[in-house]
């Protein structure tokens, strides 16, 4: 049966119940604060149950208290019904064949002004109503895989994509794009790169900072950079594209393994640690800023390696930290455990008769860094050199959480130490880097090439 | 065929939609043609800080002064286009490139919406409401944040952060109750710093203050009547003392219509004065364009069919006469002629005092396409600079006929498709309707097309706000601390026997309550109202007010002339010193202005010997004479020392 008291609950449902009122009703509401005229819209379910929400005609939305509520009576009743309107994608000889999976999260989207309800458009023909630019840079399919919010994407889910992927390169696509939502987006990004060895062509993470609902959006413009490096680039490597200044002006395209979300609502948040990214993308054009990468091909050899145990951990080290923390982690069962140590990669002495009974019970310890930028370098002090006779491996500069979901990989594959320590330590595609460049330490990576011309300039 | 005259075609259809100037009009005109009004009254509020954001509030920059910009594009979001189509994409196409200046004092990352909004500013709220109750609206039991969308960029979101206080309240107005549709608490928008081509710069500075808008219904059905609306809203915003004051703090969006018109709403208009006669204006092109509908519909006979045609060409080659064609530099553009079938003597119809219908084009045809002005050359320029010889030979080029009026128009290619749909839409809505505009305001009282009016569906709930509940305890604990209400103000300045003429000064300046104070003092009432309307206001014109002056300072000076027993009358000698020097002591400023203590024998003293020496050299004159000059002699010796008719009466006495 249809819901027809859509969120409310508690007083705010009995004065519906009692008046006779239906959500999408239009109403007149009698009140001890005066008279108020509208249709009754939905509530959220995480909102009090004292008051009832009204669209007044003016367009705006007002909550009416229920304890001053002393009449009311439904005067029409009108349903909200949207639809995206859907228009078929045009096919265009000689673009390129793009492919975008769908995840879950809003890439696009369109308004219902009368509701306020956000209506995700996917399909192409709905990505076309939304963004119709999109038909001059490729020809789209899309496929949505399944829907879950970037918190809530894991193991099973990057496991289900890499296989999703390796099909759809078998079948000839020329690049590919996952919508995503950009909360976990370097994780995903880590996980693709490991699971999608070889592929011969573009591999593109995109989302947006800022709802498509919005006429500032970022998403419009992601998708469009988004499809146009996966359709042109020659770049072959899984690659997260977001804006690289705040501005509207260009994206930028990271490594899946040395990319990392640097703001929580920033437009331009991801950026390169550690290394300069690999390009600047914007609708007509991919500039190089990376010498070294993988090529694009014209083979389909792509290795599909789908392995996730979930038996890995991380541990986030404080000052003061007890070593009951790491004794319980070892108690529950986990076999590989990626320290963030402090420093150059450092915990404190309290824990060195833990880490040595972890790794008596055969678990692997990975040292990786709390500064975010550098190197492990665990020969410099005592400590390091005391950690490391106790089994920990450093991590060079590897990020703790690509990291974490390297270790996660390489334990799905194998119990033997000896190679899980070979595997973490053997980078697939930079996650741990020879050399880190110069310009690799800029904060401000939105700034190209300006930020270059100044650091020039100014001693750092 | 007689030789059409632009000039005199203007004239004459002035003159036959009845229009009269705004001295000329009388009520009976406006009830002719159906004066319809209604204010949006936005008003900033008094606060420390932003109103979703932790900036300070008032900081205001120069054009130049910032620290960074940014840019952004707004893209229309679906739903306000309904099927994407040709149309659509081409107007993304032509789309505006927005820069806004940051300056790191007055703007974070929230105002470029780089982070989400903080918790409402809750002082805002609380001054928005105690106004709500003061405009006797309904207080809504929970507010929720509406996102308003925007495409022009003045904010860069896209959409302003909203909510409804209050719907449904009245004003009361001399003769009538004006209802009120609603208040609603936001945040204000950017400034514009300048508007080129397809370059918009925006300035971040007042982005985010907060701002209150009143709305009334559509009930003025005169100029005045919507001015004394405007005032009455003002006054009794400014009447809390919790508002802001001076440029740009309070502004009206005028709405207008006449009898078989559009609402067009006039925006940004910064003074009161200016409405009347923007508002008499903005009747009266309506009125005019319901003409240009019917004449057209003589004069188009297949309007379903009527489309414009266009032909590029060379004005070098041509050889155009007309000034401006031959001193324009055509390098980097095309230049297009445009035949308008049966639309002669339209171009020149008379719309606004100096403008014609063609000023509806080349005002679209800078905003909608982008092309700068000037943009074009017609048929029927109203200043007589149509050359014939020129549009003699695009008549030619185009297959014109007589009854056919043309326009000739540039801009840079990519602009042009823009361009000629943007003639051929105007030109067809002439035919039928009055396109719903918001227009710009100028002083003389004139209007331009700003931009397309957007439509009501633009509203959404903002999902980073959760909505605020309004308890009624909370409510009637401020409407306890409520001022009076305006139009008892009126009658309490009646009842102190102030002079009218005071009354705009007085609440503009919300002085009620500072007279109040001073009418404790035991001075007269009428002579402290006199004293603000009349002196102060005349004073601040002729000295520099210092930026230390409160009227407190005043309420102090009348305290100090009680305490030291001096008559109020010298309160009028000391206010140029003192808003000039408001820290300076009183004692000081009596100095000052050479003010003695004097006994009443001290002041009358020269009485006998002015006398004598008035009648060495008029003997005969009469006794009041006398007691005049002399009062003249002693006048500001005595000024502060005694009340000066109390003066005058023991002189007339004295010389008896």
């Given at each position: 049966m249809e819901d027809i008291f859509q969120g409310y609950k508690g007083g705010a449902l009995d004065v519906l119940k009692k008046y006779n009122v239906r959500v999408w009703g239009t109403a007149k509401i009698t009140t001890t604060r005066g008279d108020f005229e509208g249709t009754i819209l939905p509530r959220s379910e995480n909102d009090d149950d004292q008051h009832i929400v009204l669209k007044i005609i003016t367009g705006y939305n007002i909550g009416v208290d229920i304890m001053t509520i002393t009449k009311m009576k439904e005067t029409g009743y009108k349903k909200a019904n949207y639809k995206i309107p859907e228009k078929e994608f045009p096919f265009t000889e000689g673009l390129p064949k793009v492919k975008l999976f769908g995840t879950g999260g809003t890439i696009a989207s369109r308004l219902d002004y009368r509701t306020g309800a956000v209506i995700p458009a996917f399909s192409p023909g709905e990505l076309y109503g939304a963004v119709p630019e999109l038909a001059d840079i490729c020809n789209l399919t899309t496929e949505k895989i399944f829907a879950v919010f970037s918190e809530n994407m894991g193991p099973k889910q990057y496991i289900q994509l890499a296989k999703a992927i390796g099909k759809e390169i078998e079948n000839g696509v020329d690049g590919i794009v996952i919508g995503h939502g950009t909360d976990t987006m370097h994780h995903t990004g880590a996980a693709l790169t490991f699971m999608v060895q070889n592929s011969p062509v573009p591999i593109v993470i995109v989302g947006s900072q800022r709802s498509s609902d919005r006429p500032s959006s970022d998403a419009a413009l992601n998708l469009m950079h988004a499809m146009f490096a996966a359709g042109n680039a020659d770049i072959a490597e899984v690659m997260v594209c977001m804006?690289?200044?705040?501005?509207?002006e260009y994206g930028l395209l990271h490594k899946g393994t040395r990319v990392r979300k640097m703001h929580s609502s920033y437009r331009s948040t991801f950026r390169t640690i550690g290394d300069t990214p690999l390009a600047m993308v914007d609708r007509e054009k991919i500039v190089n800023l990376k010498k070294e990468f993988k090529h694009r091909r014209k083979d389909r050899n792509v290795t599909i390696k789908p392995y996730f145990s979930d038996k890995v951990t991380m541990l986030y080290y404080y000052p003061g930290m007890k070593p009951d923390v790491l004794d319980a982690m070892v108690d529950c069962g986990y076999k590989g455990i990626v320290i963030v140590g402090t420093g150059l990669g450092h915990v404190n002495k309290e824990l060195y008769s833990s880490i040595a009974r972890a790794k008596k019970k055969g678990v692997f310890m990975f040292m990786t860094l709390q500064t975010i930028w550098g190197y492990v370098q665990m020969f410099v002090y005592e400590t390091g050199r005391e950690l490391m006779s106790r089994g920990i491996v450093p991590g060079g500069n590897m990020l703790a959480e690509v990291a974490y979901i390297k270790l996660g990989w390489a334990l799905g594959q194998t119990d033997d130490l000896e190679e899980v320590n070979r595997l973490m330590i053997t980078p697939i595609n930079d996650e741990i880097t020879e050399r880190e460049p110069y310009n690799g330490y800029l904060l401000y990576q939105g700034g190209i090439p300006e930020v270059e011309e100044f650091i020039k300039e100014v001693h750092k | 065929m007689q030789k059409f005259n632009p000039l005199t075609n203007y004239q004459n259809t002035r003159k036959s939609i009845g229009y009269v100037t705004r001295k000329q009009a009388t009520e009976k005109d406006y009830k002719r043609i159906g004066f319809m009004s209604g204010l949006e009254v936005h008003q900033q509020l008094k606060t420390k800080k932003k109103l979703f954001c932790h900036c300070p509030a008032g900081i205001l920059h120069n054009h130049n002064n910032f620290d960074a910009e940014i840019i952004r594009h707004m893209r229309p979001t679906l739903s306000e286009l309904g099927e994407y189509d040709g149309t659509a994409l081409m107007e993304f196409k032509t789309r505006k490139e927005i820069t806004y200046r940051l300056n790191n004092e007055s703007a974070c990352t929230y105002e470029i919406d780089d982070t989400p909004p903080f918790i409402i500013n809750k002082e805002a709220l609380e001054y928005a409401l105690e106004i709500s109750l003061l405009s006797n609206l309904n207080i809504v039991g929970e507010v929720h944040i509406t996102r308003k969308q925007y495409l022009d960029g003045s904010i860069p979101a896209g959409f302003q952060r909203t909510a409804i206080l209050g719907v449904e309240g009245h004003i009361q107005l001399k003769h009538k109750k004006v209802r009120l549709i609603q208040l609603s608490i936001e945040e204000d928008s950017c400034r514009e710093v300048s508007d080129i081509g397809h370059k918009r710069i925006y300035k971040?500075?007042?982005?985010?203050v907060p701002l209150i808008e009143t709305v009334t219904y559509p009930e003025c059905y005169t100029p005045d009547e919507l001015r004394e609306a405007a005032e009455y809203i003002r006054f009794l915003n400014r009447s809390t003392g919790k508002v802001r004051t001076g440029m740009g703090a309070g502004r009206e969006d005028v709405n207008v219509s006449c009898k078989g018109g559009t609402r067009i709403e006039i925006k940004g208009v910064a003074h009161n004065k200016w409405i009347p006669e923007l508002s008499h204006n903005e009747a009266f092109r309506q009125w005019a364009l319901l003409n240009v509908m019917k004449k057209l519909k003589k004069q188009v006979k297949n309007q379903k069919e009527w489309k414009i045609k266009s032909i590029q060409i060379d004005p070098i080659q041509l050889k155009l006469q007309n000034e401006l064609m031959a001193s324009m530099d055509f390098s980097d553009m095309e230049v297009y002629a445009v035949n308008l079938v049966g639309f002669l003597g339209i171009l020149s119809h008379f719309t606004q005092p100096n403008h014609c219908f063609a000023n509806e084009i080349t005002d679209r045809l800078k905003v909608v396409a982008c092309i700068e002005k000037p943009n074009m050359y017609h048929s029927e320029e109203i200043d007589g600079s149509s050359v014939k010889v020129d549009f003699d030979k695009i008549k030619e080029l185009l297959h014109a006929n007589d009854d056919d009026a043309q326009i000739i128009f540039w801009g840079p290619k990519a602009d042009i498709p823009t361009a000629l749909e943007t003639i051929e839409e105007r030109c067809i809505m002439a035919f039928d309707t009055i396109p719903p505009e918001t227009r710009k305001s100028f002083k003389d009282g004139t209007t331009i097309f700003e931009r397309v009016l957007p439509g009501a569906d633009r509203m959404y709930p903002d999902t980073d706000a959760a909505p605020i509940p309004l308890p009624n305890d909370y409510i009637e604990k401020l409407d306890q601390n409520l001022p009076v209400e305006i139009y008892q103000r009126y009658e309490q300045l009646r009842s102190w026997e102030i002079p009218t003429d005071t009354d705009h000064y007085i609440l503009r300046n919300n002085l009620v309550p500072v007279i109040e104070k001073i009418v404790?003092?035991?001075?007269?009432a009428k002579f402290i109202g006199t004293f603000f309307g009349h002196t102060l206001k005349y004073v601040e014109g002729k000295h520099k007010k210092h930026e230390d002056f409160k009227y407190n300072r005043i309420i102090k000076m009348f305290e100090y002339i009680q305490k030291n027993k001096l008559h109020y009358d010298i309160s009028k000698l000391m206010l140029p010193v003192l808003i000039e020097h408001p820290n300076m002591d009183f004692s000081s400023i009596l100095t000052s202005i050479h003010f003695k203590k004097r006994s009443l024998e001290d002041l009358l003293a020269p009485v006998n010997y002015l006398n004598e020496k008035f009648k060495e050299t008029?003997?005969?004159?009469d006794k009041s004479k006398v007691a005049n000059w002399i009062m003249g002699q002693l006048h500001m010796q005595a000024t502060g020392n005694f009340a000066l008719n109390e003066l005058k009466t023991k002189i007339e006495n004295a010389i008896k």
């Amino acid at each position: 049966m249809e819901d027809i008291f859509q969120g409310y609950k508690g007083g705010a449902l009995d004065v519906l119940k009692k008046y006779n009122v239906r959500v999408w009703g239009t109403a007149k509401i009698t009140t001890t604060r005066g008279d108020f005229e509208g249709t009754i819209l939905p509530r959220s379910e995480n909102d009090d149950d004292q008051h009832i929400v009204l669209k007044i005609i003016t367009g705006y939305n007002i909550g009416v208290d229920i304890m001053t509520i002393t009449k009311m009576k439904e005067t029409g009743y009108k349903k909200a019904n949207y639809k995206i309107p859907e228009k078929e994608f045009p096919f265009t000889e000689g673009l390129p064949k793009v492919k975008l999976f769908g995840t879950g999260g809003t890439i696009a989207s369109r308004l219902d002004y009368r509701t306020g309800a956000v209506i995700p458009a996917f399909s192409p023909g709905e990505l076309y109503g939304a963004v119709p630019e999109l038909a001059d840079i490729c020809n789209l399919t899309t496929e949505k895989i399944f829907a879950v919010f970037s918190e809530n994407m894991g193991p099973k889910q990057y496991i289900q994509l890499a296989k999703a992927i390796g099909k759809e390169i078998e079948n000839g696509v020329d690049g590919i794009v996952i919508g995503h939502g950009t909360d976990t987006m370097h994780h995903t990004g880590a996980a693709l790169t490991f699971m999608v060895q070889n592929s011969p062509v573009p591999i593109v993470i995109v989302g947006s900072q800022r709802s498509s609902d919005r006429p500032s959006s970022d998403a419009a413009l992601n998708l469009m950079h988004a499809m146009f490096a996966a359709g042109n680039a020659d770049i072959a490597e899984v690659m997260v594209c977001m804006f690289g200044p705040t501005s509207d002006e260009y994206g930028l395209l990271h490594k899946g393994t040395r990319v990392r979300k640097m703001h929580s609502s920033y437009r331009s948040t991801f950026r390169t640690i550690g290394d300069t990214p690999l390009a600047m993308v914007d609708r007509e054009k991919i500039v190089n800023l990376k010498k070294e990468f993988k090529h694009r091909r014209k083979d389909r050899n792509v290795t599909i390696k789908p392995y996730f145990s979930d038996k890995v951990t991380m541990l986030y080290y404080y000052p003061g930290m007890k070593p009951d923390v790491l004794d319980a982690m070892v108690d529950c069962g986990y076999k590989g455990i990626v320290i963030v140590g402090t420093g150059l990669g450092h915990v404190n002495k309290e824990l060195y008769s833990s880490i040595a009974r972890a790794k008596k019970k055969g678990v692997f310890m990975f040292m990786t860094l709390q500064t975010i930028w550098g190197y492990v370098q665990m020969f410099v002090y005592e400590t390091g050199r005391e950690l490391m006779s106790r089994g920990i491996v450093p991590g060079g500069n590897m990020l703790a959480e690509v990291a974490y979901i390297k270790l996660g990989w390489a334990l799905g594959q194998t119990d033997d130490l000896e190679e899980v320590n070979r595997l973490m330590i053997t980078p697939i595609n930079d996650e741990i880097t020879e050399r880190e460049p110069y310009n690799g330490y800029l904060l401000y990576q939105g700034g190209i090439p300006e930020v270059e011309e100044f650091i020039k300039e100014v001693h750092k | 065929m007689q030789k059409f005259n632009p000039l005199t075609n203007y004239q004459n259809t002035r003159k036959s939609i009845g229009y009269v100037t705004r001295k000329q009009a009388t009520e009976k005109d406006y009830k002719r043609i159906g004066f319809m009004s209604g204010l949006e009254v936005h008003q900033q509020l008094k606060t420390k800080k932003k109103l979703f954001c932790h900036c300070p509030a008032g900081i205001l920059h120069n054009h130049n002064n910032f620290d960074a910009e940014i840019i952004r594009h707004m893209r229309p979001t679906l739903s306000e286009l309904g099927e994407y189509d040709g149309t659509a994409l081409m107007e993304f196409k032509t789309r505006k490139e927005i820069t806004y200046r940051l300056n790191n004092e007055s703007a974070c990352t929230y105002e470029i919406d780089d982070t989400p909004p903080f918790i409402i500013n809750k002082e805002a709220l609380e001054y928005a409401l105690e106004i709500s109750l003061l405009s006797n609206l309904n207080i809504v039991g929970e507010v929720h944040i509406t996102r308003k969308q925007y495409l022009d960029g003045s904010i860069p979101a896209g959409f302003q952060r909203t909510a409804i206080l209050g719907v449904e309240g009245h004003i009361q107005l001399k003769h009538k109750k004006v209802r009120l549709i609603q208040l609603s608490i936001e945040e204000d928008s950017c400034r514009e710093v300048s508007d080129i081509g397809h370059k918009r710069i925006y300035k971040t500075d007042r982005l985010g203050v907060p701002l209150i808008e009143t709305v009334t219904y559509p009930e003025c059905y005169t100029p005045d009547e919507l001015r004394e609306a405007a005032e009455y809203i003002r006054f009794l915003n400014r009447s809390t003392g919790k508002v802001r004051t001076g440029m740009g703090a309070g502004r009206e969006d005028v709405n207008v219509s006449c009898k078989g018109g559009t609402r067009i709403e006039i925006k940004g208009v910064a003074h009161n004065k200016w409405i009347p006669e923007l508002s008499h204006n903005e009747a009266f092109r309506q009125w005019a364009l319901l003409n240009v509908m019917k004449k057209l519909k003589k004069q188009v006979k297949n309007q379903k069919e009527w489309k414009i045609k266009s032909i590029q060409i060379d004005p070098i080659q041509l050889k155009l006469q007309n000034e401006l064609m031959a001193s324009m530099d055509f390098s980097d553009m095309e230049v297009y002629a445009v035949n308008l079938v049966g639309f002669l003597g339209i171009l020149s119809h008379f719309t606004q005092p100096n403008h014609c219908f063609a000023n509806e084009i080349t005002d679209r045809l800078k905003v909608v396409a982008c092309i700068e002005k000037p943009n074009m050359y017609h048929s029927e320029e109203i200043d007589g600079s149509s050359v014939k010889v020129d549009f003699d030979k695009i008549k030619e080029l185009l297959h014109a006929n007589d009854d056919d009026a043309q326009i000739i128009f540039w801009g840079p290619k990519a602009d042009i498709p823009t361009a000629l749909e943007t003639i051929e839409e105007r030109c067809i809505m002439a035919f039928d309707t009055i396109p719903p505009e918001t227009r710009k305001s100028f002083k003389d009282g004139t209007t331009i097309f700003e931009r397309v009016l957007p439509g009501a569906d633009r509203m959404y709930p903002d999902t980073d706000a959760a909505p605020i509940p309004l308890p009624n305890d909370y409510i009637e604990k401020l409407d306890q601390n409520l001022p009076v209400e305006i139009y008892q103000r009126y009658e309490q300045l009646r009842s102190w026997e102030i002079p009218t003429d005071t009354d705009h000064y007085i609440l503009r300046n919300n002085l009620v309550p500072v007279i109040e104070k001073i009418v404790k003092l035991k001075i007269p009432a009428k002579f402290i109202g006199t004293f603000f309307g009349h002196t102060l206001k005349y004073v601040e014109g002729k000295h520099k007010k210092h930026e230390d002056f409160k009227y407190n300072r005043i309420i102090k000076m009348f305290e100090y002339i009680q305490k030291n027993k001096l008559h109020y009358d010298i309160s009028k000698l000391m206010l140029p010193v003192l808003i000039e020097h408001p820290n300076m002591d009183f004692s000081s400023i009596l100095t000052s202005i050479h003010f003695k203590k004097r006994s009443l024998e001290d002041l009358l003293a020269p009485v006998n010997y002015l006398n004598e020496k008035f009648k060495e050299t008029d003997s005969k004159t009469d006794k009041s004479k006398v007691a005049n000059w002399i009062m003249g002699q002693l006048h500001m010796q005595a000024t502060g020392n005694f009340a000066l008719n109390e003066l005058k009466t023991k002189i007339e006495n004295a010389i008896k």
